[in-house]
């Protein structure tokens, strides 16, 4: 899949040889439930890999595989080239940072974060070292004695990131490492993570639920629904490029409008909707020959005046410019989006940097606008 | 009256019901028992010397005081017959709470494992028994250990002894009995912490290096031990002072303090020293106690 998507973007460099972990055609049913479905998918040494989807799409399932928690009912996991099937979760070069830390409520922060040390049958001092060294990686230093139930939710979480990193894996799994974190403190552990992987240069297999979390930090996102991998790729191509109606709806927010194909031209397409009259798009990428389409615009992408376009707008001619009323006004802070019913019928929404602090064009409710856009800027995809 | 005043008075009266009850059914007749055990035995009515006469008048309370001494306490502190009773009852208690621990750890664990759905089952199981009286299941093990018992019968069935056993009226028996009688106060509060524990906590275990066994001894073990010490002193107290089942089940030759106190207060209704024997009794009871809140206090600080 991952293949299929051509982008300016330069892509993860490829591995000499074999990836550090392949995931080969991998299947795990509970039951009856198929909870994997026949997944494959290589990561890098080095990668900064995020599992994104649903709850119950299968990424917690597959991450789990990978600790050894759960053996594939089908298909093989290799890492560097080994099939790690038949390895025992306390054997394999992989750590794990569990969803609710699950930090051992007996032991201080010292002897929780040594735990995985003395099983590795370290020299006393080596261990000593190495606890110090990962408290100050995590910036915990005299916490050492603190019970798990002495320190707060960030610093708990830091605690278990040190405790799975001491180890050193060839791979740390993180199961929703910031789920548990309030808002403000998610933002800047996001940031963190990031600045510690790139310095460690360990691999970093997330699972998320939160795409803002998987996009921010992650160097390439593997979009699961169902068990199946729907689309892997760097969070930029996932955003501007999706390959389905599916992830175009689940990444961020954007218009779909369903239409026909009226001409395939080599770079414009010519798209005829029900609701919001002839839209002029780029050709896509994965080229279709069906006819039944869909448009997607993000809201951002569109921008709205009351005259539309300037003439002097450059390439104004091939705009698409829709009119219309706006009905209802969002104002988030930083953006105001704008709800907007076409006189075709359809409903758009946009929204606007607010890049003045006395904006002097607002546009409130009831306001007639005209909403434009490149063709550029809008993707073709299978209904 | 302020809206403080109306609220805090039931609080406060619901807070002080508990002390009420601890005074008035336990600290009030233990002032009796304790009274009683600083008194000389007497042919009388009640069977003990001095009575306090509240009608008397100050004087004759002031003898009475005077006339209490701790000669009773000098006698169980000397007398074998009190000691090796005390030393027995430890032991036979010592013993049982650890036989009933190494069976009742495992069950309670594999009770913690079960699906969801079983666990309710497998609690029933542990129950049920209750629901007898627990006088005929000792008399039932009575008539399956006697001579022509069901035990002998299918031993000499099966030609694993040649003749009948004696099994009636030994050690054996008596520790099967409590051992028996006791199971399900060992496995309760282990079942209900093992069953709280978190399972992510042995798969981090796993994760970072532990075996099974590892993981057992570094985390389950450990944090388990709130119901093992809940396990150990619901049945090492109740065990130090039992008397039914060694009076059932076990020989004449030595007794635990239960049997003692018993002969000395109904066989020769001897009150004083039978009370002196349960002071006592309770003094030793009181040390594992003790231990035991300290050990919770440290926990609830450590919370």
């Known amino acids: 899949m991952a293949e299929d998507i051509i982008t300016s973007e330069p892509q993860m460099p490829a591995a000499a040889g074999m990836p550090l972990l392949r995931i080969e055609s991998v299947l795990k049913k509970f039951g009856g439930f198929v909870a994997v479905d026949r997944l494959s998918l290589d990561i890098a040494a080095g990668e900064f890999f995020a599992l994104l989807g649903p709850s119950g799409c299968g990424k917690t399932t597959l991450l789990r595989m990978l600790a050894g928690f759960e053996t594939p009912d089908e298909g093989r996991i290799l890492l560097d080239g080994r099939d790690i099937a038949a390895v025992l979760p306390h054997q394999r070069p992989v750590n794990m940072m569990f969803q609710n830390y699950a930090l051992f409520p007996h032991l201080n922060v010292r002897d929780n974060v040594a735990f995985g040390l003395r099983r590795a049958g370290l020299p006393r001092a080596e261990i000593a070292g190495r606890v110090a060294e990962m408290l100050a990686l995590v910036k915990l230093d005299g916490f050492a004695k603190r019970r798990p139930d002495q320190l707060s939710g960030g610093q708990k979480q830091r605690v278990a990131l040190a405790r799975a990193l001491a180890r050193r894996p060839r791979i740390l799994l993180l199961d929703e490492p910031l789920a548990a974190l309030d808002k403000k ?149 930083g953006v105001t989006t704008y709800q907007i019913r076409l006189d075709g019928g359809a409903s758009l929404r946009a929204s606007l940097a607010n890049t003045a602090r006395l904006d002097v064009d607002a546009y409130g409710a009831g306001q007639r606008v005209v909403a434009w856009f490149a063709p550029d800027d809008c993707v073709v995809l299978e209904r | 009256m302020t809206a403080r005043h109306l609220f805090s008075r039931p609080a406060r009266l619901a807070a002080a019901a508990p002390w009420l009850w601890m005074v008035l059914f336990f600290l009030v007749p233990f002032g009796f028992v304790l009274k009683i055990s600083l008194s000389q035995t007497a042919i009388a009515q009640p069977p003990y010397l001095p009575v306090f006469d509240v009608t008397a008048g100050f004087a004759a309370l002031k003898t009475a005081f005077a006339a209490l001494s701790l000669d009773n306490f000098r006698m169980l502190a000397t007398d074998e017959i009190y000691i090796t009773s005390y030393l027995r009852s430890l032991v036979v208690a010592l013993v049982s709470t650890a036989i009933l621990l190494a069976i009742g750890y495992p069950i309670a664990y594999g009770m913690a494992r079960l699906p969801r759905r079983w666990q309710g089952v497998a609690m029933m199981l542990v129950i049920v028994p209750f629901w007898t009286s627990f006088l005929i299941r000792i008399y039932a093990w009575i008539n399956i250990l006697q001579h022509d018992g069901l035990l002998n019968k299918i031993l000499l069935a099966l030609h694993v002894v040649p003749a009948p056993v004696v099994w009636l009226s030994t050690d054996s028996a008596m520790f099967l009995g409590i051992v028996y009688s006791y199971l399900p106060f060992m496995i309760l509060p282990l079942y209900a912490t093992l069953a709280r524990m978190e399972p992510a906590l042995l798969e981090a275990a796993a994760d970072l290096g532990a075996s099974r066994l590892g993981a057992f001894w570094l985390v389950t073990f450990p944090l388990s031990l709130p119901g093992v010490a809940a396990g150990v002193l619901l049945c090492f107290i109740p065990i130090v002072g039992e008397f039914v089942i060694p009076d059932l089940l076990a020989g004449s030759n030595a007794l635990m303090i239960g049997q003692t106190l018993w002969l000395e207060f109904f066989t020769n209704k001897d009150w004083p020293v039978a009370s002196a024997t349960a002071v006592v009794l309770l003094a030793l009871l009181l040390l594992p106690l003790l231990v035991y809140d300290r050990l919770q206090r440290r926990q609830l600080e450590a919370r």
């Open chain 1, 185 to 333: 403190l998610r933002e800047e552990t996001q940031f963190e993570l990031t600045k510690l992987q790139r310095r460690l240069g360990t691999t970093f297999i997330i699972v998320t639920h939160d795409q803002e979390e998987a996009m921010s930090m992650a160097d390439r996102i593997g979009v699961m629904d169902s068990g199946r991998l729907e689309q892997v790729a760097t969070p930029r191509q996932l955003y501007e490029t999706p390959n389905s109606r599916w992830i175009a709806e689940f990444v961020g927010d954007i218009n779909v409008i369903e239409g026909d194909v009226e001409s395939r031209a080599e770079h414009r397409w010519i798209i005829a909707t029900r609701d919001a009259g002839t839209i002029v798009t780029a050709a896509p990428r994965q080229p279709t020959d069906k006819s039944a389409i869909c448009v997607a615009v993000r809201p951002e992408k569109i921008k709205l005046s009351r005259r539309g376009p300037a003439a002097d707008a450059g390439q104004a001619g091939t705009l698409n410019r829709l009119e219309g009323v706006v009905t209802d006004v969002g104002y988030l802070g």
